[in-house]
């Protein structure tokens, strides 16, 4: 079996807040690539083809990670991203917030 993924997936369990358009809300970001995101349990579900922007909170910082992308896929509890941040600047990012590891 062929896998259409281009990035190897992270399972995670952190508390996020997103947004799309006026919406707000919360979920849970339940797996995570440089190339995208699964959200579950969200309190709001962005049409497909939306922006949407995540925020993760860490302890010892004053501004959360913000990473941008669009609604790609639905989930019967959340959403599926796909950034539209650079894979770099994904990794820089994600790396400096010690949420994966050296690669």
Same mark, same amino acid.
């Given at each position: ?10 399972? !995670?369990?952190?508390? =996020?807040?997103?947004? *799309?358009?006026? &919406?707000? %809300? ?5 797996? +995570?690539? +440089?190339? %995208?995101? +699964? ?5 709001? @579900?962005?049409?497909l083809g939306a922006a949407v922007e995540i925020r993760i909170r860490q302890p010892? &910082? &004053? ?5 941008? %992308?669009?609604? !790609? ?8 991203? @796909? ?5 770099? =600047?994904?990794? @820089? ?7 994966? *590891?050296?690669t």
């Amino acid at each position: 079996m062929l896998h259409k993924r281009s990035h190897p997936r992270a399972e !995670v369990d952190i508390v =996020v807040l997103c947004a *799309s358009g006026t &919406d707000r %809300g919360s979920g849970i970001l339940a797996s +995570l690539s +440089l190339s %995208g995101a +699964l959200l579950e349990t969200t309190s709001i @579900q962005p049409p497909l083809g939306a922006a949407v922007e995540i925020r993760i909170r860490q302890p010892n &910082d &004053d501004e959360p990670l913000a990473l941008a %992308g669009i609604a !790609v896929r639905h989930s019967t509890s959340g959403f599926a991203i @796909q950034f539209s941040t650079s894979a770099e =600047v994904v990794r @820089q990012l994600l790396k400096r917030r010690i949420l994966l *590891s050296e690669t």
